[in-house]
């Protein structure tokens, strides 16, 4: 069976290219069917939004230590393609506006702001001011695990969409994101099941599955329904998903 749910490229295609930089959100656009990318925003040294997943640069780049203990211009100096292959020797840590400029009328995002317990003050501020200036707000989605910094970024930008992120699905999920006024469920694509799903969209929210990489785990969330997005380092195999559909379908 193939599938027809909506594609989210993880960090971009980061199974084809590193995480969270430029070649890896060029790599998701190459595929016509991914309608979301995911990256991860940090704040510099100097305040501002950059695209790195952890809270150091160790794993990712040339250099160690703490990505609020270096300035744009220092992370942009970083190599960070190299660990994944030397076909990415050089490549850079984004700012979020070179994501902005890239994507710009070509997919939606969703921006995880990785953030908690008052972490990287005025995150949420500068995000939704940079959102604004590019004309993005109408389709990006910001997610965090931390619903203050939910909070936030409404009281920022009131007609940004907000999305809480859990590897969860405790009773009353439902309720907690309407009391933070979030209608976006990013969730660990295990925790999914029929009844829940179902309880989900009756409660009007939208729901992306993380992380599906597996082409057995694609199809699982796709027969509980077309409308989840699947969010995958490997828009690839999502691809080859899809194209199954289309011959079925066709005849083909």
Wanted: charged share 30%.
């Amino acid at each position: 069976m193939g599938i027809d749910n909506p594609c989210c490229a993880h960090r971009g295609a980061s199974g084809l290219a590193p995480e969270n930089t430029i070649a890896a959100m060029e790599r998701a656009l190459a595929f016509p069917f991914v309608e979301w990318i995911e990256l991860d925003v940090q704040l510099s040294k100097d305040g501002v939004p950059v695209v790195i997943h952890d809270d150091t640069v160790d794993r990712t780049t040339d250099r160690k230590g703490r990505v609020a203990d270096f300035t744009a211009a220092e992370l942009q100096a970083m190599d960070a393609g190299s660990w994944f292959s030397r076909e990415f020797r050089g490549e850079p840590v984004p700012t979020l506006e070179q994501v902005l400029e890239l994507t710009a009328g070509r997919c939606r995002l969703n921006i995880e702001l990785k953030t908690y317990g008052g972490r990287y003050p005025g995150i949420e501020a500068a995000v939704a001011g940079m959102l604004r200036r590019h004309g993005r707000i109408r389709d990006t989605v910001i997610t965090s695990f931390d619903p203050l910094a939910l909070k936030r970024v409404r009281e920022a930008e009131g007609g940004l969409r907000t999305g809480l992120i859990i590897d969860a699905a405790p009773p009353g999920l439902e309720h907690a994101l309407a009391r933070i006024g979030a209608t976006f469920l990013s969730i660990g694509w295990n925790r999914l099941k029929e009844g829940r799903m179902e309880s989900f969209r009756k409660a009007g929210l939208t729901v992306m599955a993380w992380t599906v990489d597996r082409k057995y785990a694609m199809r699982r969330i796709a027969a509980m329904g077309g409308d989840i997005i699947i969010c995958t380092n490997r828009p690839d195999r999502f691809g080859e998903l899809r194209e199954q559909r289309r011959r079925w379908r066709f005849g083909g």
